[in-house]
């Protein structure tokens, strides 16, 4: 506004005198007039923008403590640390759990904090996870937990049932909350349990069987890899004979051998009409022999299978059987 007055004035300075003096004059004194303008002008802007840089100067000094006193806060920040077996298994909140299994009870999670000086309180919450794809907790979740105070400077968690479990640490220290959780690991001391077929029977190739184990890794038939169909396994013959096991994630396994009978089995003998079984009633069988089922379902004492007729078949040990129609 200043320097628009003083190049109004200037100008009309200028024209007054024009008509008093020669025309080279009056362009001299334009000259100069807008000389003085553009000096004026140049003297607003610098003082304007030193009127920039001291407002700024003095909104970033502000910024400038608050981060340097949350870099003080950093440094200052004790360190959460959580070990199983010496290694390290301190984890930052959220995110995918990785899991470790082992086959016993006893595992042992450390929990140590570093002090630096201060005066801290520590928490720790175990949390027996039922969704092994389920994201650890974040820290708005932290609140919600049951947590129990830690009474010394190191406290050991001991996990003493099967189960997945992750452990959670917050600690206190001047007025500041801080976290950390443990990777998981699953205790799991329980074998898998094949259903269907027991060790020792005998029994037709195809045969349908289970396997139960919430950890399972795989199961093998005659030492090859089995895919389920319907959540069944088959039995498979490998001579006479066929060798189930299964194995879980935390390496607790369990085998079933099974002798296989079935109409393409060879055997050592063809049967001849003593050794068809046509009626219920007990036979004396010999191990080694092939035996004929005759047609119908056929049961057989102390087996709780069912057995389709029709077929050849061995047992394991000379003895009495009883077959029932």
Known sequence: MYGNRKKAAALGLAVALGCMMPMSTMLAAEDDAENAVSSVSDNDVLYEEENVSIFAAEEIEPAAEIKEAETSQEQNAPEITITRDGNNSTCSLGGKITFEYVNHWGPRLE??????????????????????????????????????????????????????????????????????????????????????????????????FQVEDANLDYVLVNEQPAAPENGNYKVAANGTSCMIRARDKAGNEETCSVTVFGSETPGPETPDDSNVILESGEYALKAGVKYHLGAGSWKVGGDKSVYQGGIDFYVTADGSYQFTK
Not at 120 to 125: I, K, L, P
Not at 140 to 154: F, N, R
């Open 111 to 208: 929990i140590s904090v570093s002090q630096s000086g201060q005066a801290v309180s520590v928490f720790w919450y175990k949390e027996n996870v039922t969704d092994l794809e389920a994201e650890a907790k974040t820290e708005e979740q932290m609140d919600s937990l049951g947590w129990t105070e830690q009474q010394s400077a190191s406290e050991s968690i001991l996990l003493s049932q099967d189960g997945a479990y992750v452990v959670y640490v917050k600690v206190e220290a001047e007025g500041q909350k801080y976290y950390a959780r443990s990777s998981g690991i699953v205790a799991d001391t329980q074998k898998p349990v094949i259903k269907g077929v027991e060790s020792g029977k005998t029994y037709p190739e195809g045969t349908l």
